[in-house]
């Protein structure tokens, strides 16, 4: 079975510090992505990387950055993270560009006060 | 753009009931994808279902059944026979076929099956 593991489930930050969420796989997929998900605005892109060291922007890359050294991890960062970064993140992986199938991790609920 | 809209926020069933879960979508993509997420209160995300654009085929798994409709636009979702443990929130979901895999989410629905 594929695994998705997130470094944390809750995490509560203040407002102005910089936030490091980390996912990781371990069935050597290509291509990884973090969402967030808010209630009445379902899962919406933040940022994917289909390789080592490559990203792309989503749908709302706003305030955040990514990082990928390694093909099995996947980190979000918050330079400075404000409240209206409060929400659900969730880290996904699929295997190939052409295989579709989204594998998810169980999300990192983060507040931020 | 893609859009994918999910109209039902929230159903509530009593069990052994049937129930469907309507998902319309967007696309001016001639090939892409469909699915069906499951979240359930663990907070998971877990596919259930691809379709390909071209393959309108209805697909039927145990007590889940998906009906693809591409004149209307539509990839709807029943469950037969309501179990509480399928009280989850559903995502449908679309993606161009090729490419990077930019997935558009509808905002889900959340499905209560009351014993």
């Known amino acids: 079975d594929v695994k998705v593991t997130q470094s944390s489930r809750y995490l509560v930050k203040r407002t102005g510090e910089k936030v490091f969420l980390e996912c990781v796989q371990d069935?050597?997929?290509?291509?990884m992505f973090w969402y967030r998900q808010d209630p009445g605005l379902g899962l919406r892109l933040i940022y994917f990387?289909?390789?080592?060291?490559?990203?792309e922007k989503g749908d709302i890359p706003e305030g955040y950055s990514v990082s990928r050294e390694k093909k099995e991890r996947f980190s979000l960062i918050l330079e400075s993270a404000s409240t209206n970064q409060t929400s659900m993140y969730l880290c996904?992986?699929?295997?190939?560009?052409?295989?579709?199938?989204?594998?998810f991790g169980p999300g990192t609920r983060l507040t931020v006060t | 753009a893609q859009k994918v809209t999910q109209a039902q926020t929230e159903i509530s069933v009593v069990e052994k009931e049937d129930v469907t879960l309507d998902c319309v979508y967007e696309?001016?993509?001639?090939?892409?994808?469909l699915f069906w997420y499951k979240q359930p209160p663990s907070g998971e995300l877990v596919f259930l279902i691809r379709r390909n654009s071209f393959d309108e085929q209805n697909e039927i798994s145990g007590r889940y059944s998906w009906n693809f409709q591409k004149s209307t636009s539509s990839f709807n979702f029943t469950i037969t026979a309501s179990q509480v443990v399928d009280s989850a929130v559903y995502f449908c979901a679309l993606t161009p076929a090729g490419g990077y895999q930019k997935v558009t989410f509808g905002i889900g629905t959340k499905l209560q099956v009351i014993p």
């Open positions: 069935m050597d997929h290509e291509n």
């Open positions: 696309t001016r993509d001639t090939t892409y994808y």
């Open positions: 996904a992986s699929t295997l190939t560009t052409s295989s579709y199938e989204q594998y």
């Open positions: 990387s289909y390789d080592v060291k490559m990203k």
